[in-house]
């Protein structure tokens, strides 16, 4: 049996709208999901030098000041909220995120269940339900021990914030597969980096209704072969399961098993475990979805043949083999 956890921070409570669709609810529904016999285990908050790899100071001073003049809630931007605690918040899921990847560079595969999520939030400003950039925050902090980190982001809206931070870095592999067009309404093919990061950023953008056969031809053809020549040592996932048929959110088709054929995919690509970093996910089966993550970590699922994805996808898929010599 594999060793697996979970990094479970149910203080963001206290970073609350009930109205919202990013809300607390959405995280109990997440780790209901998870095997009684995964270890629980609380994170510590992020170090300020750490938040500061990802973001401006000026920036956390300016974020960290309108938490404290809140009283109740005020909004950022049309999208992102904060409570008179969000700051605090903020750093226990960077801080969550972390710890995933410390426990992944240990050889154990971790989950962080943090709120808010991150992978929209840039260098200088909240977005998308975003204040601090978890993973890309994280992903640093391995760097200092370990030379290449590959990422792959499946949540259903394009992690502009996490590409954006590692532009121009040839240390940092990132993948994503999102439903384009949806906010935020970046993460084309022609995106692959710039300077010394040129060709270490893959976009997949797929249309509405993707289901499992475009995914897997997406995972197979092309971030796993990129992985691959890429070496990693840590493989950390933005983990959003609002690709699923019945979130309100994404208007993507994956059922709540298909995510254990995706986690099957990527395991054995490192030495090391893979660290999981909450992003969105809102629907009611989101919580079946983490199970079946979970089982894959455990026991890798045998892939099934692989049906022919829509022809769309199958665009998108040769172009991006041309565009990073993949063919």
């Not at 979130?247 to 395991?267: A, K």
């Not at 490192?270 to 079946?288: K, N």
Request: charged share 20%; aromatic share 6%; hydrophobic share 40%.
């Amino acid at each position: 049996m594999a060793r697996r956890c979970a990094i479970v921070d149910l203080s963001s409570s206290l970073h609350d709208n009930p109205l919202h669709p990013e809300s607390h609810s959405r995280l109990l529904n997440a780790i209901g999901g998870i095997p009684e016999n995964v270890p629980r285990i609380a994170p510590e908050p992020a170090g300020i030098t750490d938040i500061h790899r990802i973001h401006d100071p000026h920036y956390t001073a300016r974020l960290q000041e309108r938490c404290s003049d809140t009283v109740t809630l005020s909004s950022l931007d049309s999208d992102t909220y904060v409570t008179p605690h969000s700051y605090d918040v903020a750093l226990m899921a960077a801080g969550g995120a972390i710890a995933a990847a410390d426990h992944a560079l240990a050889g154990e595969h971790a989950f962080a269940f943090n709120r808010p999520p991150g992978h929209h939030a840039e260098r200088n400003r909240a977005m998308g339900f975003c204040l601090f950039n978890n993973l890309a925050i994280a992903a640093h902090h391995a760097l200092e021990a370990v030379d290449r980190v590959a990422i792959v982001d499946w949540d259903v809206h394009h992690g502009n914030g996490t590409q954006n931070a590692f532009l121009l870095s040839n240390r940092v592999l990132f993948c994503s597969v999102h439903q384009q067009p949806l906010f935020p309404f970046t993460g084309r093919i022609e995106e692959i980096g710039n300077g010394t990061g040129k060709g270490f950023t893959l976009n997949l953008p797929l249309t509405n209704g993707a289901s499992l056969a475009d995914y897997q031809a997406v995972f197979s053809e092309v971030f796993i072969p990129a992985i691959e020549r890429f070496r990693p040592d840590l493989l950390m996932v933005s983990a959003g399961q609002d690709t699923l048929s019945d979130d309100p959110i994404g208007g993507m088709n994956l059922q709540p098993e298909d995510f254990g054929i995706l986690t099957s995919m990527l395991t054995g690509l490192t030495g090391a475990g893979i660290a999981f970093v909450l992003e969105g996910g809102y629907s009611d089966s989101h919580g079946a979805a983490i199970s079946h993550i979970y089982a894959a970590l455990d026991k890798p699922k045998k892939i099934p043949p692989q049906d022919a994805p829509r022809d769309a996808t199958r665009q998108t898929v040769d172009l991006a083999k041309k565009v990073h010599r993949l063919a």
